[in-house]
Structure formats: structure tokens, C-alpha cells
């Protein structure tokens, strides 16, 4: 093979690299782009069922209480919670320990109403 020739193939063979090497560079970003969507997405998901942990024990609380001291007790109004009842304080009290239990700083301000 005469040096012109091999210098040609040479080039060729570069050219093609970097072509790969630019095709690879466009995928990472991609894959990048996507693994951040995803780790917001998740992100987001965690959150969502940490609220609906603490709601479910919450609930939980809430049947347990009324089925131990009948409807009448429960709606009763709470002494020291003015305006709330027995069952929205039970609600408040296993909801807020539920969210201490799995790490939140602050389960109150995840509680609707």
C-alpha cells in the first residue's frame, strides 16, 4: 500500500471515530436528560406515598378510635382543640406520628385542612 493510500484510510478511520465518539457524546446527554426527568419523577412519587402513608395511618387511627368509643364519642369536641373533634385529633396526632416515624421534619404542613 503506497503512503497515500494509507494516509487516506488513516483519515477515513479518524473520520469515522469521531463520528462514533460525537454519536456517543448525543447519547450520554440524552440518557442524561432523561435519567434527571426520572430522578424528579421519582423524586416526586416518594413524596406522594410518604402523604399517603401518614393519611392511611391517619384513617387507620380514625377507625380504630370510632369503632372503641362510638360515633358519638368521637365527634365530640376535643377539649384543648377548640372547634375540632376526638376523630379529627386522632387523625392529626397518628398522621403527624407517621410522618415523624418515616423521617419528615414536619408532617403538619403535608395535612390538608
Known amino acids: 500500500?503506497?503512503?497515500a493510500e494509507r494516509l487516506a484510510e488513516l483519515e477515513g478511520l479518524a473520520?469515522?471515530?469521531?463520528?462514533?465518539?460525537?454519536?456517543?457524546?448525543?447519547?450520554?446527554e440524552a440518557q442524561t436528560v432523561r435519567?434527571?426527568?426520572?430522578?424528579?419523577?421519582?423524586?416526586?412519587t416518594e413524596a406522594k406515598?410518604?402523604?399517603e402513608t401518614m393519611h392511611?395511618?391517619?384513617?387507620?387511627a380514625q377507625a380504630t378510635h370510632l369503632l372503641a368509643v362510638g360515633p358519638e364519642a368521637a365527634?365530640?369536641?376535643?377539649?384543648?382543640?377548640?372547634g375540632q373533634t376526638m376523630l379529627s385529633v386522632?387523625?392529626?396526632?397518628?398522621?403527624?406520628?407517621?410522618g415523624r416515624e418515616l423521617g419528615v421534619e414536619d408532617p403538619a404542613r403535608f395535612r390538608v385542612g
Open 1 to 3: 500500500m503506497l503512503p
Open 15 to 28: 473520520t469515522r471515530l469521531q463520528d462514533g465518539v460525537a454519536g456517543l457524546r448525543a447519547a450520554l
Open 35 to 44: 435519567a434527571t426527568s426520572l430522578e424528579r419523577e421519582l423524586a416526586v
Open 49 to 51: 406515598l410518604l402523604v
Open 56 to 60: 392511611s395511618a391517619g384513617l387507620a
Open 75 to 82: 365527634l365530640a369536641e376535643a377539649e384543648d382543640h377548640a
Open 90 to 98: 386522632v387523625y392529626e396526632q397518628a398522621f403527624d406520628a407517621k
